[in-house]
C-alpha cells in the first residue's frame, strides 16, 4: 500500500516561486515512480513532471521554470516552481506507481494560486 501526502501549496505573485512536496509512505521507495499533476478549473488534469524509470519528463509549459526531484533520504518528490505565471494557477496533485502494478496512487491535491 503506497499513501501520498503533498504539501507546499499557496498563493504567490506572478513570478515568485513555490515548492511542492510530495511524501510517499512505502516500504520500497526505491522503486517508486512518481510526478506531478494539475488540474485548473474546467479543465482535465494534466502532467506537469514525471521521474520514471526512462527518466524525466516535462510538460512544454513548464520547461526550464519547474523542477522535479527525488529525496530518497525523506522519501519525498518534491516539484520546485520558480517564474509562475497566472495559467499555472491549478489544483497540484501527486501521482505514485510502482512498476507492474496498477492503479496509479493518487494524492488530495494541493491548491496553488498565481496572482496577476
Request: hydrophobic share 35%; proline share 3%; net charge positive.
Given at each position: 500500500?503506497?499513501?501520498?501526502?503533498?504539501?507546499?501549496?499557496g498563493?504567490v505573485q506572478?513570478?515568485?516561486?513555490?515548492?511542492?512536496?510530495?511524501?510517499?509512505s512505502t516500504?520500497?521507495f526505491?522503486i517508486?515512480?512518481?510526478?506531478?499533476?494539475?488540474?485548473?478549473t474546467?479543465?482535465?488534469?494534466?502532467?506537469?513532471?514525471?521521474i520514471?524509470?526512462r527518466g524525466?519528463?516535462?510538460?512544454?509549459?513548464?520547461?526550464?521554470?519547474f523542477?522535479?526531484s527525488?529525496?530518497?533520504?525523506?522519501?519525498?518528490?518534491?516539484?520546485?516552481?520558480?517564474s509562475?505565471?497566472?495559467e499555472?494557477?491549478?489544483?497540484?496533485?501527486?501521482?505514485?506507481?510502482?512498476?507492474?502494478?496498477?492503479?496509479?496512487?493518487?494524492?488530495?491535491?494541493t491548491?496553488?494560486?498565481?496572482?496577476?
Amino acid at each position: 500500500q503506497v499513501q501520498l501526502v503533498e504539501s507546499g501549496g499557496g498563493l504567490v505573485q506572478a513570478g515568485g516561486s513555490l515548492r511542492l512536496s510530495c511524501l510517499v509512505s512505502t516500504s520500497d521507495f526505491a522503486i517508486i515512480n512518481a510526478g506531478w499533476y494539475r488540474q485548473a478549473t474546467g479543465k482535465e488534469r494534466e502532467l506537469v513532471a514525471y521521474i520514471g524509470t526512462r527518466g524525466i519528463n516535462y510538460a512544454a509549459s513548464v520547461k526550464g521554470r519547474f523542477t522535479i526531484s527525488r529525496d530518497t533520504a525523506k522519501n519525498t518528490f518534491d516539484l520546485q516552481m520558480d517564474s509562475l505565471k497566472p495559467e499555472d494557477t491549478a489544483v497540484y496533485y501527486c501521482r505514485a506507481d510502482v512498476p507492474g502494478k496498477i492503479p496509479s496512487y493518487w494524492g488530495q491535491g494541493t491548491q496553488v494560486t498565481v496572482s496577476s
